[in-house]
């Protein structure tokens, strides 16, 4: 067991047995996590960042164990935060997330697709460089902008993130779109153009 218990502990109802997951929200399977939230604080959730800022609940950083409950998480939402991670810390990152999240609970990772920008560059997609918060004057300016831009040092496309959580315990893995999922909650995704145009949304599901 881990600190936090008490107010972020697991939440009500149980499993039932079978292959389905019976229908849910946050509310009644458990409690909310964000990792990476930066200023953008959720209420009811736990807000969880390393940088010492906003009214975040928790500063830590994601390379080292939550100070939450296994098994507690029924949703969490991480937004840009895989992509600036040390590559060696990757997998013990993805088994934290499995870790805190309860069964049939629910990660949605949310970062920058390397197949979009690769396509853009290929087709010399205008409209999706003139998107790029730096105003690149060329597609490679665009580009490395990508792979390089806030700490940046790993992008993930579906085939390795997926390979990555099922290796970590995640049964299903599947791709969304902006907005899009089952579950309420986890419709929060940044609206930024320049977010919209270039990201990749994956949910898990433990």
């Known amino acids: 067991m881990r600190s936090f218990s008490g107010r972020f502990g697991p939440g009500r ?33 736990v807000n969880v960042d390393g940088w010492s800022q906003g009214a975040v609940d928790l500063r ?24 600036s991670l ?10 934290e997330f499995s870790s805190i999240a309860r069964a049939w609970g629910t990660l949605r990772l949310v970062g ?5 920008v690769a396509e853009a560059y290929a087709g010399n997609d205008h409209a999706f ?5 730096s105003e690149p004057k060329s597609r490679g ?17 579906f085939e390795t993130l997926e390979r990555s959580l099922r290796e970590a315990g995640f049964r299903e893995v599947v ?11 986890l419709r929060i995704d940044c609206d930024a153009p320049d977010r919209v145009i270039a990201n990749l949304y994956v949910e898990a599901v433990k």
């Open 13 to 45: 109802g149980s499993i039932p047995d079978g292959d389905a997951a019976p229908a849910r929200t946050a509310d009644d399977t458990g409690c909310c996590s964000i990792s990476g939230c930066g200023d953008r604080v959720l209420l009811g959730w």
């Open 112 to 116: 920058p697709d390397p197949r979009k």
């Open 86 to 95: 040390a590559v060696q810390s990757r997998r013990m990152v993805f088994g």
């Open 175 to 185: 791709q969304r779109g902006h907005r899009e999922s089952p579950i309420p909650e």
């Open 129 to 133: 460089w003139q998107a790029v918060p």
């Open 60 to 83: 830590c950083d994601l390379r080292c164990a939550l100070p939450l409950d296994d098994g507690s998480c029924a949703v969490i939402f991480a937004d840009h935060v895989l992509s």
């Open 141 to 157: 300016d665009g580009i490395n902008w990508f792979f390089h831009s806030h700490f940046c040092t790993f992008l993930d496309d």
